[in-house]
């Protein structure tokens, strides 16, 4: 499965304007600011790729600033039933009836950790924090070559990147 952006971070975190641009949140004197960081970001990938990720993630901060915090969510948190969504996805990887084959099928049924299953977690982001600006793009053209089965997820409910944000990554 290739999801989201994220396999291309500079070219996800340069392009990430284009939904609040799209949205109207962002004008032309917020596009020059944006032009400005992009490509402070796109020098200092040539400099130092682990600290491109503070640089570069400046123009998300940026963007979530003129948006008054509205963009980093999933559009999905603003429908009236999104809370009871999360809730099923919670108990199916905890309290389900089915939990030790599910833990089984993802390959985590002897993990040690408590939970087991959470939406986040901060030590797996510090452990790969020097890997989240390398581009892993070049593989899926491998993959697409040896005729691999594909499934390509673009959030079209992520507010960061969204519809109008996918045709950019997906060239």
Not at 86 to 111: C, G, P, R, W
Not at 122 to 133: P, S
Not at 149 to 164: K, N, R, T, V, Y
Request: some cysteine.
């Amino acid at each position: 499965m290739i999801g989201d952006p994220y396999s291309s971070p500079v070219l996800q975190r340069t392009q990430i304007h284009k939904v609040p641009e799209a949205l109207g949140i962002l004008d032309d004197m917020n596009l020059d600011q944006i032009a400005l960081l992009e490509q402070k970001c796109l020098e200092e990938q040539a400099i130092n790729l682990t600290a491109t990720a503070d640089t570069c993630g400046a123009i998300m901060d940026y963007v979530e600033t003129i948006s008054d915090g509205v963009l980093p969510y999933n559009s999905m948190i603003f429908n009236y039933d999104f809370d009871p969504k999360e809730e099923v996805v919670k108990m199916i990887f905890t309290n389900s009836t089915q939990v030790d084959k599910i833990y089984e099928s993802l390959h985590v049924a002897d993990s040690t950790k408590v939970p087991k299953f959470m939406f986040g977690n901060g030590e797996v982001y510090n452990h790969l924090v020097d890997k989240t600006m390398m581009d892993f793009s070049v593989y899926f053209n491998y993959l697409i070559d040896a005729k691999f089965p594909l499934l390509i997820m673009a959030g079209e409910f992520d507010m960061q990147d969204g519809a109008s944000g996918m045709p950019v990554w997906m060239k």
